[in-house]
């Protein structure tokens, strides 16, 4: 159950107990282990079920339309698995795409380039948007602060709220063009599950009602520090819970009509095929010295990895990689390997957030 683990530029030891079956530490909220030393994560866990490529494609002819300019629009990031969904949409399933970018002040220039080169090989077109206020670095730096103030794990992110406000613009896009369909790359794996175990949610919770019930923990939390509610950032904490998804209330309500669904949800998740045909097909890459091809794309993800590494001694990597174990997709002698490698916290891309942010 010992491994090794990369803080900073050091390599260090990591003494923290891990499940023997995955590799959850003994810091994960919630957990508990039995007597041959398995986390009640993995003895509670069920493997996701794909609801099938044949579903998938109906969907898909249900909104083709040889009248229309677009038939669907993919939201790209410049990250892996969206731009894999762009390639299977346009490429595999001949769809009329039209690629959605929020062009996110903390992004990562590799993730730029990415974008500028699939949708260039697929020949898809490009809508780019972004807040005319400086809304999304404003919040940032006061949630910084706040955090600081007050360091809780269950709040680090507030540090993505800029983010979370989008959804209601995508809608407005897709309206503006008459499309009906949004397809995401979201990843089934990638659900952190100790972020709702922090706010009191249980981990067993769907993505429908955990989003309802996430809300009574993070006003919890906001009522521990007022920097959270400072009244000219309340705008945008109401947009963000109703917009944080395709999910939430928001979202569904103000497009109702419009079919919101993730091509992993439907199809397997196969980290190898992604990575290899989006490198082949769409020039895609990554910055190599971060050792990760996963959430690359926004910087504050390394101030995420920060915090959480120095509030509970893990970061999203390892409740990530612990469900690849469980889903026979890793091995856990595979998993500790990567988190030894990638669990390292890149403190010049910190510090250039900080700096940022004065």
């Not at 709220?161 to 959804?167: N, T």
Request: charged share 30%; hydrophobic share 35%; proline share 3%.
């Amino acid at each position: 159950m010992i491994g090794d683990i990369n803080l900073g530029k050091k390599k260090v030891v990591d003494t923290i107990k891990r499940c023997s079956k995955c590799v959850l530490p003994q810091t994960m909220p919630g957990i508990r282990f039995d007597e041959a030393g398995v986390c009640d994560y993995c003895r509670d866990y069920k493997k996701f079920e794909y609801k099938g490529e044949a579903r998938f494609k109906k969907i898909l002819d249900k909104h083709r339309d040889p009248n229309k300019k677009y038939e669907c629009i993919v939201n790209v990031s410049g990250g892996r698995d969206s731009a894999f969904t762009l390639l299977k949409l346009a490429k595999d399933y001949g769809m009329k795409v039209l690629a959605l970018n929020y062009e996110n002040p903390y992004t990562d220039e590799q993730a730029r380039k990415n974008i500028r080169n699939m949708v260039k090989a697929l020949n898809v077109g490009l809508i780019k948007f972004k807040f005319m206020s400086n809304i999304h670095k404003s919040c940032f730096k006061n949630n910084l602060r706040a955090w600081q103030k007050n360091p809780s794990p269950a709040m680090v992110p507030m540090m993505c709220i800029g983010c979370k406000i989008i959804w209601k613009k995508i809608l407005e896009i897709a309206k503006r063009h008459d499309i009906n369909l949004i397809v995401n790359g979201g990843n089934p794996y990638e659900y952190t599950s100790f972020k709702k175990e922090l706010l009191g949610v249980s981990e067993s919770t769907d993505l429908e009602k955990s989003y309802s019930k996430n809300l009574t923990g993070l006003i919890r939390e906001a009522l521990k520090n007022y920097l959270y509610l400072k009244p000219q950032y309340l705008p945008v904490l109401v947009k963000g819970y109703l917009f944080a998804n395709q999910y939430s209330i928001g979202s569904r309500l103000y497009g109702g009509h419009i079919e919101r669904i993730d091509l992993f949800h439907y199809i397997r998740w196969d980290e190898k095929e992604v990575l290899s045909r989006i490198a082949s097909e769409l020039g895609w890459d990554y910055p190599h010295e971060l050792r990760s091809t996963w959430r690359f794309d926004c910087k504050i993800g390394h101030l995420k990895d920060y915090f959480y590494t120095k509030t509970m001694g893990i970061t999203e990597k390892d409740d990530f990689y612990a469900k690849m174990v469980r889903e026979g997709i890793l091995t856990r002698e595979q998993a500790l390997k990567r988190l030894s490698a990638e669990n390292e916290i890149h403190m010049d891309i910190v510090r250039e957030l900080s700096d940022r942010s004065g």
